[in-house]
């Protein structure tokens, strides 16, 4: 990640292949890195257990039902920062080392706009796109120590700056039927804005419009099933092993 909070473009992804964990996390203390290790719910029952527990408050307190979870647990440097973005599910920011800022900016003009949100959904450009440092005027700056978590509005940009330490957090996506429905939607008015040049609205249940865009998304979706899995940013450095106690990047 670079230093540069308007400057996207410049980070990368790299790989780790003979670095023992131990290593890796010494990496991480050295350096501007994020790891990512994502569902670690479907792999460590640890994990496992917390997002049952989590998900079971949740739903309880909410009175929606909740799929598609993934927990991801976050490893990052310090003072380094998560470029402007949004994701397409809900998601829930758990803080349990160090401490982080997040900027939380309303999922609306100017901050983004429909066609925006329809290129993310539809895997057209990658989750992150161009952040005017002057719309911090409108957005809500939220403090993550220790124990703290956040949750914001689905759909809605934010951007993360560390503290000065080692960071571990757990990011957690999932999807309600209205968050889903929402998601259809953007994907169905993407494809009818590239196929017909229409101009969609969103639309949220109980709109019968809203639904019919969900069976049409689904039909799109079998008709392009190439598109899951594609990989928008490859590995372009490798950490290796250098002298005792050091890593190297290339």
């Known amino acids: 990640m670079g230093d540069d ?32 290790l994502r569902a ?13 527990e989590i998900f079971a408050d949740v ?3 909410t009175g929606q039902r909740t799929f598609r979870r993934d927990v991801g647990l ?30 939380l900016y309303p999922p609306r003009a100017p901050y983004v ?5 329809e290129r993310i959904v539809l895997k057209e450009t990658a989750e992150q796109f161009d952040y005017d440092p002057a719309w911090d ?19 809605a940009p934010h951007r993360i700056e560390n503290g000065p330490m080692l960071n571990v957090s757990l990011s957690i996506e999932f999807m309600t039927p209205a968050a889903l429905l ?30 019919a865009k969900l069976g049409a998304a689904r039909a799109w979706k079998a008709l392009r099933p190439g598109e899951r899995g594609r990989d928008p940013l490859p590995a372009t450095f490798s950490l290796v092993s250098g002298a005792p106690g050091v890593i190297t990047a290339l």
């Not at 670690?40 to 049952?52: E, F, R, T």
């Not at 976050?74 to 920011?93: A, C, E, G, K």
């Not at 706009?113 to 949100?117: A, F």
């Open 74 to 103: 976050l490893i990052s440097s310090p003072s380094v920062q998560v470029f402007y973005h949004l994701d397409t599910p809900l998601v829930m920011l758990w803080q349990l080392r160090g401490t982080k800022t997040v900027w």
């Open 5 to 36: 909070p308007v400057a996207w473009r410049t980070w990368r992804r790299g790989a780790a292949p003979d670095l023992s964990g131990a290593e890796l996390l010494e990496a991480v203390r050295q350096g501007r890195i994020w790891l990512n």
């Open 182 to 211: 929402r998601a259809n939607v953007l994907y169905a008015n993407g494809m009818l804005r590239r196929t017909f040049g229409a101009r969609p609205q969103i639309q949220a249940a109980p709109d019968p419009r809203a639904f």
């Open 113 to 117: 706009d429909d066609v925006q949100l």
């Open 40 to 52: 670690v719910n479907d792999h460590d029952p640890v994990y496992q257990a917390l997002s049952d």
């Open 137 to 155: 005027a409108g957005a809500e700056r939220v403090m993550l120590e220790p124990g703290a978590m956040a949750t914001w509005p689905q759909n």
């Open 59 to 61: 739903e309880q307190a």
